[in-house]
């Protein structure tokens, strides 16, 4: 049977054995045998090269150390053996051992030729003993083992670099994706914020400002009539004006802060909610409310209605007229859940990312960022003829 570690270690072997193989150049006689039959008796797995393009590729594929005799050096061999000792990557010096038997002169000039391509030579005059050459290799292979090391941290940071690079341009990717997306939903504020304004200018314009200009009218009419009949009618038309600025003012304030949140929490803040919904809509809204989900949190149940609200708007705006259902749960370990769900038309959900859909979304995506900076969950289960669910999920927080 295949085991795939034992492969993988068989793979991993082979490889560290190629990359100690000592590479022989010996092209006269019987010399390139000869050490080979030594350093494989001794473990050193060896590679003897005849011609110009086996040893070049031997040595840049995977080697170890070069041991090569002089007449390897000549110049018809030599100067192709040197290009490619010039062409080794920055962390590598191969090691060569040369058995050279010209005297001092020739070894002088052996080292002048190959230290500038090679940079770690050693140099052994012939006749060599056999312990000699053993230990001639085995030091160059423990060099060549060091050089393996810098290679692999020099490819580890590499790694290291490139994978932080990408961290970081993912990052910065992601911040100005952020940026962007803050800067959209700030502008969304600002727009909400100016609607609201002006419809709450318009309310005190159209209404409350028309009937304390009646009032006024009629007590500079009270003022000026002196019969006690007529003084009475226009009394009672200046009670009814100011009931019915005082109804409209209270309502304005009850839109913007009920009492019923802050007096009796979120679950019957959700019931007063639904009936002023269906009062001003015309559409069916029910509750389903486990008041033991009430946030602690007076934050937490303030952002919660003012989302109810404006989901419960979006339903009466685009969902056709369909009963719209809430539910308040309490879920573990400490959240409130909450879920609007209508029988509209529904929509596509990736469409809230859209630029393109304008203020339409305005509502939602400000709901959407509003729950991920409480720690929360929001997701929508919609699509064309589904309805649309939506659930907001978030910490129940701690008493305030």
Known sequence: MNDPTHDERAR??????????????????????????????????????????????????????LLLTEEALEPARGSLLLQVLEAQPPWSELPLIILTSGGESRRAGL?????????????????????????SVQVALRSRRRQYQVRDLVTQLANLNETLEQRVAKRTAEAIEQAQKLRLLSAELSLAEETERRRIAEMLHEDLQQLLVAARMQLAALCRTQDAVQREAIAREIADVLERSFKLTKSLSVELAPPVLYEHGLAAALEWLAAETCKNYNIEATV???????????????????????LLLNSAKHAGGSSVHITMQHR??????????????????????????????????????????????????????RGTRITLSLPRGSDT
């Open 111 to 135: 080292l002048n030729l190959t230290t500038a391509a090679a940079g770690t030579v050693t140099l052994l005059e012939r006749p060599i003993g056999t312990l000699t050459l053993i230990r």
């Open 332 to 385: 573990r370990p400490d959240n409130v859940c909450i879920i609007v769900a209508d029988n509209g038309p529904g929509f596509d959900p990736n469409s809230l990312d859209d630029k393109r859909t304008g203020s339409q979304t305005v509502g939602l995506l400000t709901v959407r960022e509003r729950v991920s900076s409480f720690g929360g969950e929001f997701r929508i289960d919609s699509g064309p003829k």
């Open 288 to 310: 389903e409310a486990d008041s033991s989900a009430n946030p602690k949190a007076a934050d937490v149940r303030i952002f919660l209605f003012r989302a109810v609200r404006e």
């Open 12 to 65: 991993a072997s082979r490889m560290h054995h190629e990359d100690e193989r000592v590479i022989i150049i010996a092209p006269v006689g019987q010399d390139a045998e000869a050490m080979a039959t030594l350093l494989n008796a001794e473990g050193v797995e060896t590679q003897i090269c005849q011609g110009l393009d086996e040893y070049s590729r031997q040595m840049r594929d995977s080697a170890g150390a």
